[in-house]
């Protein structure tokens, strides 16, 4: 199927006083970008980039068949595009955010999903909870709320820019959603809509309003921040008005400071000081959470991490909130420097009282010259995912609805349930509503390695390693607790220390001469015969 228009010919005007007005031109015209070009080979150049990034799927229509009133801006095309049973429109430069204030990013699929699924278990626990979309754009995370879970959730989505509210409003027309005009009062019977045959199958609100004076207005129950960039400039209003047990998922796209970029920025905005690490990937979920421990006991309130993913070009961070001082003050303490040897990258978080001299394990202060440990933090040293909550843990059930749903047959993710064959805590003989969540005592046996080490940043010259699976299964048969992570592919988080990861993996390497020795005496054995 061609994505471009037929070449035509158009009276190009004049921008000089040296070309006729009457020139004709021949250009051809993009249906996926609504680019211009005017050569030929220009465009097959440029059809072929939108081919190989899997662009060409979509349906799309002209500003005269858009089902609405009015027209697209500036006579621009709509694009109708599906996700997850939901239709949104989209303006032509929709992919560009320095030209478009309805940015929608296709990559972004896997967050929207692991959000929905998160925001789902917590509708099992209460019923209706009132959620926030706190940056619409398109609208598409709070269409999808409404559409799945009907009566279930009220949404409220909001967005500062007039474009962005008027294309929500549309999109909400496109999936048979009615619009509250910004009254929170009740929807219907008992706040439910009403399931009569050609009515609206859910209602949303769509404000036009700036996401730190809504959080600060109203209370919600669950609260998701995607602003673009990073989103430490609304964690304060988020936790002022979140209700008691209730969840924030917090969405950093700014990379070039969570991955140690522009360390610069990184101390301006999340106040830590990081180095470009083999895990560096969980440094920068980790740097999140404790700046999200802070923005909450600020307001007096504690968080418990359920989820903490980074993939892509983002970091998703799910926490519950726990109010009181106590539970602040908890999470305070989960907040230490780690100390991490910059030559062969041992690391170790720092108890309170701890002396720095001699508190890595390795030996590479002594037998270097210098000082090779550097501090970096603070960060947060609890567990990244939550498994020891009834009923399997949060997390858990993200990940199964999640993988039972929508999992991409491109990416695997391991449940945290798996790791280190632990079974999720039994909920209470008596207990039989299972609404209200029972924390377990802490358990130092329960605590999961922070950090992991990647098998091939420490292979060894000259020796084949084992396969990885393999090699899970050594560590565990030497007595650690291991799995894998998907922080990294090759990532193995173990409690083992680098000397013993690097014993067993020398153990059980090959030389590679052996193989090529074994090989050759084949070759030659079959020869003979």
Same mark, same amino acid.
């Given at each position: 199927?061609?994505?471009?228009?037929?070449?035509?010919?158009?009276?190009?005007?004049?921008?000089?006083?040296?070309?006729?007005?009457?020139?004709?031109?021949?250009?051809?015209?993009?249906?996926?970008?609504?680019?211009?070009?005017?050569?030929?080979?220009?465009?097959?150049?440029?059809?072929?980039?939108?081919?190989?990034?899997?662009?060409?799927?979509?349906?799309?229509?002209?500003?005269?068949?858009?089902?609405?009133?009015?027209?697209?801006?500036?006579?621009?095309?709509?694009?109708?595009?599906?996700?997850?049973?939901?239709?949104?429109?989209?303006?032509?430069?929709?992919?560009?955010?320095?030209?478009?204030?309805?940015?929608?990013?296709?990559?972004?699929?896997?967050?929207?999903?692991?959000?929905?699924?998160?925001?789902?278990?917590?509708?099992?626990?209460?019923?209706?909870?009132?959620?926030?979309?706190?940056?619409?754009?398109?609208?598409?995370?709070?269409?999808?709320?409404?559409?799945?879970?009907?009566?279930?959730?009220?949404?409220?989505?909001?967005?500062?820019?007039?474009?962005?509210?008027?294309?929500?409003?549309?999109?909400?027309?496109?999936?048979?959603?009615?619009?509250?005009?910004?009254?929170?009062?009740?929807?219907?019977?008992?706040?439910? #809509?009403?399931?009569?045959? %050609?009515?609206? +199958?859910?209602?949303? /609100?769509?404000? &036009?309003?700036? !996401?730190?004076?809504?959080?600060?207005?109203?209370?919600?129950?669950?609260?998701?921040?995607?602003?673009?960039?990073?989103?430490?400039?609304?964690?304060?209003?988020?936790?002022?008005?979140?209700?008691?047990?209730?969840?924030?998922?917090?969405?950093?796209?700014?990379?070039?400071?969570?991955?140690?970029?522009?360390?610069?920025? #990184?101390?301006?905005?999340? %106040?830590?000081? +990081?180095?470009?690490? /083999?895990?560096? &990937?969980?440094? !920068?979920?980790?740097?999140?959470?404790?700046?999200?421990?802070?923005?909450?006991?600020?307001?007096?309130?504690?968080?418990?991490?359920?989820?903490?993913?980074?993939?892509?070009?983002?970091?998703?961070?799910?926490?519950?909130?726990?109010?009181?001082?106590?539970?602040?003050?908890?999470?305070?303490?989960?907040?230490?420097?780690?100390?991490?040897?910059?030559?062969?990258?041992?690391?170790?978080?720092?108890?309170?009282?701890?002396?720095?001299?001699?508190?890595?394990?390795?030996?590479?202060?002594?037998?270097?010259?210098?000082?090779?440990?550097?501090?970096?933090?603070?960060?947060?040293?609890?567990?990244?995912?939550?498994?020891?909550?009834?009923?399997?843990?949060?997390?858990?059930?993200?990940?199964?609805?999640?993988?039972?749903?929508?999992?991409?047959?491109?990416?695997?993710?391991?449940?945290?349930?798996?790791?280190?064959?632990?079974?999720?805590?039994?909920?209470?003989?008596?207990?039989?509503?299972?609404?209200?969540?029972?924390?377990?005592?802490?358990?130092?046996?329960?605590?999961?390695?922070?950090?992991?080490?990647?098998?091939?940043?420490?292979?060894?010259?000259?020796?084949?390693?084992?396969?990885?699976?393999?090699?899970?299964?050594?560590?565990?048969?030497?007595?650690?607790?291991?799995?894998?992570?998907?922080?990294?592919?090759?990532?193995?988080?173990?409690?083992?220390?680098?000397?013993?990861?690097?014993?067993?993996?020398?153990?059980?390497?090959?030389?590679?001469?052996?193989?090529?020795?074994?090989?050759?005496?084949?070759?030659?054995?079959?020869?003979?015969?």
């Amino acid at each position: 199927m061609c994505i471009c228009h037929l070449p035509c010919r158009n009276l190009k005007p004049s921008s000089s006083g040296d070309q006729a007005s009457g020139r004709h031109v021949a250009h051809y015209h993009c249906v996926v970008c609504s680019v211009t070009i005017a050569r030929k080979t220009d465009m097959v150049s440029h059809l072929k980039r939108h081919v190989n990034k899997g662009e060409t799927e979509a349906s799309y229509s002209g500003s005269s068949d858009v089902p609405f009133d009015e027209p697209a801006p500036s006579g621009q095309a709509y694009e109708i595009m599906k996700e997850l049973g939901t239709n949104v429109q989209l303006l032509p430069n929709h992919t560009t955010p320095q030209k478009s204030d309805t940015y929608f990013n296709r990559k972004m699929k896997t967050n929207r999903q692991l959000v929905f699924c998160s925001l789902a278990v917590l509708a099992e626990e209460r019923n209706p909870i009132e959620c926030l979309d706190a940056f619409g754009a398109t609208g598409i995370m709070g269409l999808q709320w409404a559409k799945h879970l009907r009566n279930a959730v009220k949404v409220t989505i909001t967005d500062i820019s007039d474009t962005c509210v008027k294309m929500i409003k549309e999109n909400c027309e496109l999936n048979n959603i009615r619009v509250d005009g910004g009254s929170r009062g009740p929807r219907g019977p008992d706040g439910a #809509t009403s399931e009569v045959e %050609g009515s609206p +199958i859910a209602t949303v /609100e769509v404000a &036009k309003m700036d !996401a730190n004076v809504t959080m600060h207005l109203w209370p919600f129950d669950y609260i998701h921040l995607d602003p673009f960039g990073t989103a430490v400039n609304y964690l304060d209003a988020a936790f002022r008005n979140v209700r008691n047990l209730g969840i924030v998922s917090v969405t950093s796209t700014d990379t070039s400071s969570l991955y140690s970029k522009s360390p610069n920025v #990184t101390l301006r905005h999340y %106040g830590c000081h +990081i180095v470009r690490t /083999e895990y560096y &990937k969980e440094l !920068a979920a980790r740097m999140v959470v404790a700046t999200v421990a802070r923005a909450a006991a600020r307001c007096n309130k504690g968080i418990e991490v359920l989820l903490a993913v980074a993939l892509e070009h983002f970091v998703l961070v799910v926490v519950r909130v726990l109010r009181g001082p106590t539970q602040a003050d908890e999470s305070a303490k989960k907040l230490r420097k780690l100390l991490h040897c910059q030559w062969c990258e041992e690391r170790v978080f720092l108890r309170q009282g701890t002396m720095v001299d001699d508190s890595l394990p390795c030996n590479c202060h002594g037998s270097l010259p210098g000082r090779t440990a550097v501090q970096l933090g603070p960060l947060w040293c609890g567990p990244l995912f939550n498994i020891v909550l009834e009923g399997g843990g949060v997390t858990t059930q993200v990940c199964k609805r999640w993988s039972h749903c929508w999992v991409p047959s491109q990416f695997s993710f391991s449940c945290p349930a798996l790791m280190f064959g632990l079974s999720p805590a039994k909920r209470k003989s008596g207990d039989e509503s299972g609404n209200v969540v029972k924390k377990m005592k802490s358990d130092a046996s329960l605590d999961h390695p922070p950090f992991y080490y990647s098998i091939h940043r420490h292979s060894i010259r000259g020796m084949n390693m084992p396969k990885l699976n393999k090699f899970l299964q050594y560590l565990t048969e030497a007595g650690f607790r291991v799995s894998r992570t998907h922080f990294d592919p090759t990532g193995v988080r173990t409690d083992a220390t680098l000397e013993q990861f690097k014993s067993v993996l020398t153990k059980y390497s090959v030389p590679t001469y052996t193989n090529a020795n074994a090989a050759q005496s084949s070759a030659s054995a079959e020869t003979t015969q």
